[in-house]
Structure formats: structure tokens, C-alpha cells
């Protein structure tokens, strides 16, 4: 019965368990305005092993109707879904043939190849971390919460350390030559931007937009 299925702490887990995973794909199809990559997208984050046979027609039939809603909700107020997709406004410039096709997959073999290394790092990282909790140190068995804090601000001071000595490799571009607005111009000219420190200091959403754009092909 319903109010069984309420009490049932175990039914109510897995509800909202599902209700999160469906809830991130549809969130992630409206962002790209693609209902199956949001679902492909919370497959590969929850992994096959913990998606449900049941958990496909529901999430699919969630980002479907999820993007079909926010379609009509733009288009009521004369808007499009453009202002959600990620991407940069400019000319509508062809860069890419047919004879770029073998250099696409080439570089799509190595990035898959550079992904499996990745993940053996996160995994062997993981295990050095899983050995230095067991172990209990003085630092971590006194003050567990501060050894937390201070591994946590010691990856973003070693991520922030990483990202300005990047800055430093690249040379300062014109802004109205390549069409950046609001770049970053650090060790800049006034009117001057810097490529590296736009694409890793801005947030992230300018950063794509500057990534992909087909009028920085030269300079990203």
C-alpha cells in the first residue's frame, strides 16, 4: 500500500536515488538541448552496473519531455534555447571537410587512450588515500576534520599554482581582432588578452564558449 511504501525506508532510498540520477539527466539534456546525450551522460556517471532496465524509459521520457517544456516555455516568451546551449555568437564559418575526418579520429583514438591513463591515476590516487586513512596518522587521528581541510586546500592551491605558470607560455592577443569579450589580461596590455588564463580563469561556461568558438581557431 502507499503509506507502507512511505514507512519503507529501503523503497524511499532507492526513489530518491533514482529521483536524483533522472532529475541530473534532465538537467543535462536541457543544458545541451540533447535528451539522449543527458541520458548517455548519467549512464556513464551512475555505471551500468547501478542503472536499473526500469530507470531507461523513465529517465528518456524525462529529458524528452524535459526539453519539449522548455521549449514551449522559451518560445512563449519569444525566446529560443539558444541562450542555454553553450556556445559562442559569431559567423557561421565552415572550418571543418570531409579530409579533416582521419585527424578527428586519430586524435579521438589518443584521447581515448589518455582517458584509460587518467582513470588509473584517479584509481591509483584513490588507494593512496584509501592506505593514509586506514594507517590513521598523528595529524589525521587527532584532527581529522583539519587534515580534511587542509588536503582540500592544498589541491586547489597546487590547481591554482598550475594554472598561472600556463599563463605564462602564451602570447597576448588583440580582443578586437578575435572577437573576446571580457578576456583576461593577465601580464596583458591594456586592449589585450591572454588565451591561457582565459580558457582556466574565467568560469567554466566562458571558457567552453571561447574553446569552441570557429573565430579563435587560430589563437585557442
Avoid at 536541457?30 to 524509459?57: C, D, H, K, Q, R
Avoid at 575526418?101 to 581515448?112: D, N, Q, S, T, W
Wanted: a neutral charge.
Amino acid at each position: 500500500s502507499p503509506p507502507a511504501m512511505i514507512v519503507d525506508e529501503e523503497r524511499l532510498a532507492y526513489a530518491k536515488r533514482m529521483g536524483c540520477t533522472i532529475g541530473g539527466a534532465a538537467g543535462m539534456a536541457v543544458i545541451f538541448n540533447a535528451p539522449i546525450g543527458g541520458l548517455l551522460y548519467m549512464v556513464e556517471e551512475v555505471s551500468v552496473a547501478s542503472w536499473s532496465s526500469e530507470m531507461t524509459l523513465q529517465a528518456i521520457m524525462c529529458t524528452v519531455l524535459t526539453c519539449l517544456a522548455t521549449e514551449a516555455l522559451l518560445n512563449s516568451f519569444s525566446d529560443h534555447v539558444q541562450q542555454f546551449v553553450i556556445w559562442a555568437d559569431g559567423p557561421d564559418i565552415h572550418l571543418w571537410g570531409w579530409q579533416d575526418l582521419p585527424v578527428i579520429v586519430i586524435f579521438a583514438a589518443l584521447l581515448g587512450l589518455l582517458s584509460t591513463v587518467y582513470m588509473r591515476a584517479l584509481t591509483g590516487v584513490f588507494a593512496l588515500r584509501r592506505q593514509a586513512a586506514s594507517r590513521r596518522r598523528c595529524l589525521g587521528r587527532r584532527l581529522p576534520r583539519l587534515a580534511k581541510v587542509l588536503e582540500a586546500s592544498g589541491y586547489a592551491a597546487l590547481c591554482a599554482l598550475v594554472f598561472c605558470v600556463l599563463t605564462f607560455f602564451t602570447r597576448c592577443q588583440k580582443e578586437e581582432v578575435w572577437g573576446i569579450e571580457e578576456g583576461i589580461e593577465m601580464l596583458c596590455r591594456k586592449g589585450e588578452f591572454n588565451p591561457i588564463a582565459t580558457l582556466l580563469i574565467k568560469p567554466p561556461e566562458d571558457g567552453l564558449k571561447s574553446l569552441y568558438s570557429r573565430m579563435n581557431t587560430s589563437v585557442m
